[in-house]
């Protein structure tokens, strides 16, 4: 059995992104991050990104210098030890993007919401945050035992 090579530059990796797509960047703070991802969508002039990312930093402030983001999707934007991302502070500041703040758990209901294709997770991650009122999220009421569960929507646009 002959197999093809599935490697490839990141060049053509991000030719498979078109503009206004959702790309998700791993890792941590700052270590782990596929700098060179961000870096070759940036170069390609790639637009309206929505970025879903559990820790942004470098990979968030590449793509935002480069005028590549819609909106970010995070529990956290920063350089940690190293402190504020300035360039996603003044992005949110001024409007030119969406922050989409979610708590971890938050953000991890809403993937599994959107890769089970149901309409919400309930979870009792973030009740009675501020993040849920800014959200405008709902709560469900379980049937069986009558708790209170937040109701997190799947994360698409």
Do not use: N, Q
């Not at 991802?37 to 590449?62: H, N, P, Q, W």
């Amino acid at each position: 059995m002959l197999f093809r090579s599935r490697r490839g530059t990141w060049d053509d990796a991000v030719a498979l992104v078109s503009d206004g797509s959702f790309v998700g960047f791993s890792g941590a703070v700052l270590r782990g991050k596929p700098v060179a991802a961000a870096k070759a969508l940036a170069k390609a002039g790639k637009r309206d990104l929505d970025v879903i990312t559990f820790t942004g930093s470098l990979d968030v402030e590449l793509l935002l210098a480069a005028g590549c983001v819609r909106s970010v999707t995070s529990s956290y934007v920063g350089m940690g030890s190293h402190g504020l991302a300035k360039g996603f502070g003044r992005a949110c500041s001024d409007g030119s993007i969406e922050d989409r703040e979610m708590s971890e758990w938050m953000l991890v209901g809403g993937l599994r919401a959107a890769t089970m294709g149901v309409p919400f997770i309930p979870t009792r991650a973030a009740l009675g945050s501020d993040l849920v009122t800014d959200r405008a999220y709902k709560t469900v009421v379980d049937p069986y035992t009558g708790d209170e569960f937040l109701a997190v929507p799947p994360i698409h646009r």
